[in-house]
């Protein structure tokens, strides 16, 4: 993967420069997720390991309230599994990008990957290159995945550069900056941009109202719970209406 991380290729350095604009929202998130971690007493050792080693702001987020409280740890698991669940799609649709790769680059670039990175490749590059067009780094597959690598690069250090601010200058920053609700807002950019069809925004609203409804449950199991009911209504309107409305493939099929 480290061949891929070249100032010199242009590829790279399009991927870094395009995902610049996102840099302050997420800059701003990693910060306000560091200053959460120290305030939830909560050491400096276990901070950066869970800096490192999560990587994933919302379900460090979400994890913590639940770690001061002592919760059980499946709730915690479970809390953090769900809230992560759109990584298994990021992950099933750079499949067909991925799968000439080896596997270590692979775990690489799934480690890596974040929301904002992965929506920006995807709307550059909506088809795969062919898995035989590997080509050198300025063309085809390769190509793909320098200006994947640098809006990861770009994205991981600014991550982990405004979390590192957090976590050692937390007495510094006062909290009338309202760094929450700047990282709520850059969130929710993330997650608008992902709403592109009906289903999807009624899985937003459905999981959005069904966590409002149910806020007073312990452990923020309400976050659980809205995941799961829009996940199940969802996925069962979306079996119904594919029976209902049959691919242009099959109907073809059945009149001849």
């Given amino acids: 993967m480290l061949q891929l991380i070249r100032l010199n290729n242009p590829h790279f350095r399009q991927g870094a420069i395009e995902l610049l604009p996102a840099c302050i929202g997420i800059f701003t998130w990693g910060l306000m997720t560091g200053v959460a971690m120290i305030n939830s007493d909560m050491n400096y050792p276990q901070s950066l ?10 379900s460090q987020l979400a994890a913590l309230p639940l770690l001061a409280s002592h919760a059980p740890i499946w709730v915690i698991l479970a ?29 690489m670039f799934g480690y890596f990957t974040a929301d904002i990175s992965y929506v920006q490749f995807i709307k550059t590059f909506p088809n795969p290159a ?11 597959v390769n190509a793909q995945l320098s200006y994947l ?7 991981w250090l600014s991550w982990m550069s405004g979390s590192l601010m957090g976590i050692f200058l937390t007495q510094f920053i ?13 969130l929710l950019g993330i997650s608008l941009s992902l709403v592109s069809s009906q289903l999807r925004l009624l899985a937003a ?4 109202a069904c966590a409002i409804y149910f806020v ?11 995941i799961l009911i829009s996940i199940a209504i969802c996925d069962q309107l ?19």
């Fill in 49 to 58: 390991l869970m800096t490192f080693c999560v990587f994933a702001g919302s």
């Fill in 174 to 186: 006062p909290t009338q900056w309202g760094l929450g609700f700047a990282g709520i807002l850059a």
């Fill in 130 to 140: 062919p898995p035989q067009d590997t080509g050198d780094l300025h063309t085809g």
């Fill in 216 to 226: 007073d449950l312990p452990f923020n199991l309400n976050v659980l719970l809205g």
């Fill in 149 to 155: 690598a640098g809006s990861n690069v770009m994205n």
């Fill in 79 to 107: 809390t953090a599994f769900c809230v992560n669940l759109r990584f298994v799609v990021f992950s099933a649709h750079l499949r067909n990008y991925l799968m000439s790769q080896t596997r270590w680059r692979r775990v």
């Fill in 238 to 256: 979306s079996f119904h209406g594919s029976k209902i409305m049959p691919s242009k493939d099959q109907s073809t099929s059945d009149k001849t």
């Fill in 205 to 208: 609203a459905l999981s959005a």
